[in-house]
């Protein structure tokens, strides 16, 4: 009896090590932190320091294969994908995009003849998303030397990746315009997760987020900003993210254990959520939900 617990322990943990998983490989808005242009104290001292946030993008993880998939290809492409192939021992098997802004997809440029001159990397993006690219410049230019390889992807339509990791895309209400917006949802054999960096105010969209959390595993949402003070020069009906404070609000009745499913991502350099043990994150975490940060793991 002794062995056959020994063996069951063994495959259990097997088992474990194989199982895909998601990691985050960077937390921030479109410009990163520190943010070009801004000398304030979310951003000055991290000028000297070279200290700071990535650009938001996550792995996907396969050990059985060895494959991994980035979502998004942000300006900290080069670090995220060395990240993703040397620290977790993968190789590039595509690059999903959630759509056209700068954050998103500008780091596809690495891909090309002047850096690294890849070779049919699979690129998957929605129809309005794939006609950018292939009829502007210089994304066209990748298309025409074969350096990427664009795959069409259709909103609700899984498809699959690995033996037991699915993806699916959804449209998201958001400024669509170069190209629609899309989160998507990870299954794995065991646990799913949905990674939505950039969607408009929660009313806006056609589903309830409070019901998809109760039905998802963990929850990477939109984050960009904290509260409506945070930009006083600026119009926030023209940015109409959700606020960390309001996506609380709205979540705020489901129960602790649900509330845990959630990490904000995709912070802006302004947030104050941002920066480590603030006093912004710790009121998030007051209220039983997260912060994102860069390499945490979350098993499918």
């Known amino acids: 009896m002794k062995n056959l617990l020994i063996i069951a322990s063994l495959i259990g943990i097997l088992f474990s090590s194989n199982r895909p998983y998601v990691v985050v490989l960077g937390i921030a808005q479109d410009g990163g932190l520190p943010h070009a242009g801004c000398d304030k104290t979310c951003c000055k001292g991290l000028w000297e320091t070279n200290e700071g946030e990535k650009v938001s993008c996550i792995g996907v993880v396969d050990p059985r294969t060895k494959q991994s998939w980035l979502i998004d290809a942000t300006p900290d492409l080069p670090e995220q994908l060395r990240t993703l192939t040397l620290d977790h021992k993968t190789e590039l098997a595509g690059i999903f995009l959630t759509h056209a802004h700068m954050g998103h997809y500008v780091g596809l440029l690495q891909l090309g003849r002047e850096v690294m001159g890849a070779k049919d990397i699979p690129i998957y993006a929605m129809p309005r998303m794939r006609s950018f690219l292939e009829n502007n410049g210089p994304w066209n230019q990748l298309v025409e030397l074969e350096n990427i390889k664009i795959q069409s992807l259709k909103e609700g339509k899984e498809l699959k990746i690995g033996e037991q990791l699915f993806i699916e895309p959804f449209l998201v209400p958001h400024r669509d315009e170069y190209s629609e917006t899309v989160g998507f949802r990870i299954m794995g054999p065991e646990q799913s997760l949905i990674y939505i960096p950039d969607i408009d105010k929660w009313e806006k969209w056609e589903q309830n987020i409070y019901k998809l959390v109760m039905n998802i595993d963990f929850a990477l949402i939109d984050g960009t900003f904290f509260s409506q003070d945070e930009l006083p020069h600026r119009n926030m009906d023209e940015i109409p993210h959700p606020f960390i404070i309001e996506s609380m609000e709205t ?32 009121h998030i975490r007051s209220k039983r939900f997260n912060i994102a940060r860069e390499n945490h793991q979350f098993s499918l």
């Open 251 to 282: 979540l705020f009745n489901l129960s602790t254990p649900h509330r845990n499913k959630v990490h904000f991502i995709h912070l802006n350099h302004s947030n104050p959520a941002i920066k480590k043990n603030s006093a912004a994150e710790n």
